[in-house]
Nanobody, 115 residues
Framework: QVQLVESGGGLVQPGGSLRLSCAAS????????MGWYRQAPGKQREFVAR???????TYTDSVKGRFTISRDNAKNTVYLQMNSLKPEDTAVYYC?????????WGQGTQVTVSS
């Protein structure tokens, strides 16, 4: 069964940090590039970061130097460490396979950056 379960979101002040986790079923995770995406209110879902099975990473410009994507291949889990958070990072965060994403997205995890 295809499954994506995101967790770790919450309310944080500007400048704060959060670590998101995404547990994926093996059919999605194994040997695949995994990505994190986000969708802010009233906006389309956008790419945030991706990581290959070997650990090569790519980030969208707005999060470079602040976010770090990583993965644990033994646990079929991908992480997103978010530091120096800004109000504009507020969104629901999702993960999925980067190439040929599953049509069954998870529920996402809400990140709210506000004082």
């Amino acid at each position: 069964q295809v499954q994506l379960v995101e967790s770790g979101g919450g309310l944080v002040q500007p400048g704060g940090s959060l670590r998101l986790s995404c547990a994926a079923s093996g059919s999605i995770f194994s040997n695949n590039v995994m990505g994190w995406y986000r969708q802010a209110p009233g906006k389309q879902r956008e790419f945030v970061a991706r990581i290959s099975s070997g650990g090569t990473t790519t980030y969208t410009d707005s999060v470079k130097g602040r976010f770090t994507i990583s993965r644990d291949n033994a646990k079929n889990t991908v992480y997103l460490q978010m530091n120096s958070l800004k109000p504009e990072d507020t969104a629901v965060y999702y993960c999925n396979r980067y190439y040929f994403p599953s049509p069954s997205w998870g529920q996402g995890t809400q990140v709210t950056v506000s004082s």
